[in-house]
């Protein structure tokens, strides 16, 4: 009798932890499919185009991080701040008010031209983020070892849902060895947490199966989470070391407007972009020899440089180029700025600045992100391999004044079904294009 009782009581607490597992499952499962990918959609174009020079979802940027704020803030209070944080602030909201002093009076663009329903698809992307989405390869596609984003292989994805559903069945058998072992009597005993635990852990240790099946399992993982880390050794994304001259690009090419290949001339006739030289920066600074009042730099980690600091940087540029700012003449004596390279490929990856910015027209900021944005410059993109191919599949072929390119549109334009051919329909694949 007591044999059935403690199988009856394991019985129990099996059935209650497999419904656990189950409802977990689905609703994992639900939501991912629950996911409104339309709205996602157009609250990720809005987000791209009037938040994300200012704003990441996951990090602090000019401004917060915005990820999941639909659970930090109320939706009314969200609707008034985005639409026109200036006059919620006058209204005498301290939320609003304090958010302001925080960023030490950082005024915030106001948007007065969006519905509800725009900025209400904006907040929908915040929470949700990203959708990973599956490629479907065809004769066009090359394989990039079961990844596209540099994260783990979907092979080891599929391995650890296969262990899941093991694990399932294996507590499906469990309870099927105990119905048999207690037959059809159902004795009258009082559960105890303490006592239902350990009678379950002792049955756990003299089940061969269970261990064997919670060692492989326990090893899928393992090999995920190995895997995972692996694959993401030499992805540099959000990298940024402290250079010699705490250089902005907001101010330079933001505030300034000072066009990208006026310092990186060669990024449109070399397949490097170049370092610009410190007589680039004395064409302008030779009469610049000071910031303006009240310049200011924050950095990401909230550090905030002034006038005196900023000055004592462009004395560092005098001091290299050998200028002498009280005679106005160079003295010869020059000493090199010791620039920390931030973006840095591969020896075996081919990559040719001009032939995407002249050829491509691709614009500066699609790789290295919101840069007139950025008070120091990091590192926006993965620059993996599965990002670049991603990038040839959905970039379109500008063919305006083109002859020889649009002699080849029309022949791949017929034999895909297409009206414009991607950079990966004309070769953009080819394994020799980048390594070789």
């Given amino acids: 009798m007591k044999s059935v009782a403690l199988h009856n009581r394991l019985t129990t607490i099996l059935l209650k932890s497999f419904t656990i597992l189950l409802f977990f499952g689905f609703s994992i499962s639900s939501f991912s499919q629950d996911v409104d990918e339309a709205k996602q959609r157009e609250g990720r174009k809005l987000f791209k185009s009037l938040c994300a020079s200012c704003h990441k979802l996951d990090k602090k940027l000019v401004g917060p991080a915005l990820g999941g704020v639909e659970e930090r803030r109320e939706n009314a209070w969200l609707l008034a701040w985005i639409r026109n944080n200036a006059e919620l602030r006058a209204s005498g909201d301290q939320d609003a008010i304090a958010i302001y002093e925080e960023y030490n009076g950082s005024n915030m663009s106001a948007f007065p031209q969006l519905t509800d329903k725009n900025i209400n698809d904006i907040l929908y992307y915040t929470t949700v983020g990203e959708i990973k989405k599956e490629v479907v390869a065809d004769s066009s596609t090359v394989a990039v070892g079961g990844s596209t984003s540099g994260g783990a292989p979907e092979w080891l994805i599929y391995i650890l849902a296969a262990a899941i559903i093991v694990a399932f069945l294996m507590i499906a058998s469990l309870l099927k060895q105990v119905n048999e072992l207690k037959g059809n009597t159902k004795p009258d005993v009082k559960s105890n947490l303490k006592?239902?635990?350990?009678?379950?852990?002792?049955?756990?240790?003299?089940?061969?199966?269970?261990?064997?099946?919670?060692?492989?399992?326990?090893?899928?993982?393992?090999?995920?989470?190995?895997?995972?880390?692996?694959?993401?050794?030499?992805?540099?994304?959000?990298?940024?070391?402290?250079?010699?001259?705490?250089?902005?690009?907001?101010?330079?090419?933001?505030?300034?407007?000072?066009?990208?290949?006026?310092?990186?001339?060669?990024?449109?006739?070399?397949?490097?972009?170049?370092?610009?030289?410190?007589?680039?920066?004395m064409n302008c600074h030779k009469n610049i020899s000071e910031v303006a009042e009240n310049t200011v730099v924050e950095l990401e980690d909230g550090t905030v440089y002034g006038k005196e600091y900023l000055d004592n940087e462009i004395a560092k540029v005098y001091k290299a180029a050998g200028?002498?700012?009280?005679?106005?003449?160079?003295?010869?004596?020059?000493?090199?700025?010791?620039?920390?390279?931030?973006?840095?490929?591969?020896?075996?990856?081919?990559?040719?600045?001009?032939?995407?910015?002249?050829?491509g027209n691709v614009a500066c900021q699609k790789c290295h992100g919101p840069v007139t944005e950025m008070e120091e410059m990091y590192q926006y993109s993965e620059l993996t391999m599965g990002w670049c191919i991603n990038c040839h599949r959905e970039t379109r072929v500008d063919l305006k004044g083109n002859e020889y390119y649009a002699k080849i549109h029309e022949q791949l334009a017929k034999k895909y079904g297409v009206e414009k051919v991607t950079a990966a329909q004309l070769g953009g694949l080819e394994c020799g294009k980048c390594h070789y």
């Fill in 323 to 359: 200028w002498d700012a009280e005679n106005l003449e160079y003295t010869g004596d020059t000493k090199p700025i010791k620039w920390v390279r931030i973006h840095n490929l591969p020896d075996f990856v081919y990559f040719n600045h001009s032939q995407h910015v002249v050829a």
């Fill in 195 to 281: 006592r239902d635990l350990q009678e379950l852990w002792v049955g756990i240790k003299n089940n061969t199966f269970l261990k064997v099946t919670s060692t492989i399992f326990l090893l899928l993982v393992g090999a995920y989470v190995v895997f995972g880390t692996l694959f993401k050794v030499g992805v540099d994304e959000g990298y940024q070391p402290i250079q010699p001259i705490l250089f902005s690009h907001k101010i330079h090419a933001g505030a300034n407007k000072v066009d990208c290949q006026y310092c990186h001339s060669s990024a449109k006739h070399s397949k490097h972009s170049g370092i610009p030289p410190v007589n680039v920066c």
